[in-house]
């Protein structure tokens, strides 16, 4: 029914920049949310930073400053901005939509296939 479609992953240098993309399709009344999470290996998926339809923001602590979230409503796609990219910052992340469906006006989370980002030098 509904549809993430991520892009931008890769490999960089400690200190560099990445910017992943999703783009949300299919049968979409309305997104309340959409937002970024990231599992590294042998760890829970946490949070990294989250965009409500009210304009609010959340970053997780370990990005703030460093990370920016953007949306563009219009075509349903969110970014992320990764500057000054750690080590730590290694994992693969994914596109979370929290979504009311056209046809049913239920709200169901919608996740991405995850993008791998990784760190190193």
């Known amino acids: 029914q509904v549809q993430l479609v991520e892009s931008g992953g890769g490999v960089v240098q400690p200190g560099g920049s990445l910017r992943l993309s999703c783009a949300a399709a299919?049968?979409?009344?309305?997104?309340?949310?959409m937002g970024w999470y990231r599992q590294a290996p042998g760890k829970q998926r946490e949070l990294v930073a989250i965009t409500f339809s009210d304009g609010s923001t959340t970053y997780a602590d370990s990005v703030k400053g460093r990370f920016t979230i953007s949306r563009d409503y219009a075509k349903n796609t969110v970014s992320l901005q990764m500057n000054s990219l750690k080590p730590e910052d290694t994992a693969v992340y994914y596109c979370n939509a929290r979504v009311r469906l056209s046809t049913t006006l239920r709200m169901i989370d919608y996740w991405g296939q995850g993008t791998q980002v990784t760190v190193s030098s």
């Open positions: 299919g049968t979409i009344f309305s997104i309340n949310a």
